[in-house]
């Protein structure tokens, strides 16, 4: 991964699952490089650039975020709601990315924003499979974000506009 690759930023609590996906990215010569925030304050912070997140270089804007659902003080879906109602973030991609099979919670997450919604696989050679999707799907083709700036237009994701309820 050179210093041209796309970023995925993945917000997950669990250590062991963050390094899993880690190796798994490695093993499937994943094109993106991963940034890691473990809670929700975090994961606000880095999107919205401030304190340790402000500098871009080091911190790039991600061109997909993978979200997970149970995370402590702050849910996923309550991320994903802060997401979609930030202007400047809001038209990322999100894919949900959970342990839970619950009917309900696919279908809140569907309902609160989010593009994708998948189950954590059983198995390290089937995560393997799944970056290796992720990255077909997701990130292939894509370019380095840059931050939008007053003047800018927001970015559609495959043709889905999303409204913009942010706060001007």
Not at 13 to 41: G, Y
Not at 66 to 94: C, S, Y
Not at 110 to 115: H, K, M, N, R
Not at 160 to 167: E, G, I, K, S, V
């Amino acid at each position: 991964m050179g210093s041209t690759a796309v970023t995925l930023l993945h917000i997950d609590d669990d250590p062991n699952d963050t390094e899993l996906f880690q190796a798994a990215a490695r093993k499937a010569n994943a094109q993106f490089s991963i940034h890691n925030v473990s809670d929700a304050d975090q994961a606000m912070a880095y999107l919205s650039g401030r304190g340790i997140y402000a500098n871009r270089q080091l911190y790039p804007l991600p061109v997909l975020i993978l979200l997970d659902l149970k995370m402590p003080r702050a849910t996923g879906f309550e991320v994903l709601q802060w997401i979609r109602n930030h202007r400047h973030v809001g038209n990322l991609p999100v894919v949900v990315f959970s342990g839970s099979e619950l009917q309900d919670d696919i279908q809140h997450a569907y309902a609160v924003g989010a593009d994708s919604y998948l189950i954590k696989p059983l198995g390290f050679n089937a995560l393997v499979d799944l970056v290796k999707n992720i990255n077909e799907s997701w990130i292939a083709g894509q370019v380095p974000r840059m931050p939008l700036t007053a003047g800018d237009s927001l970015r559609t994701w495959s043709g889905h506009a999303r409204a913009d309820n942010a706060h001007p």
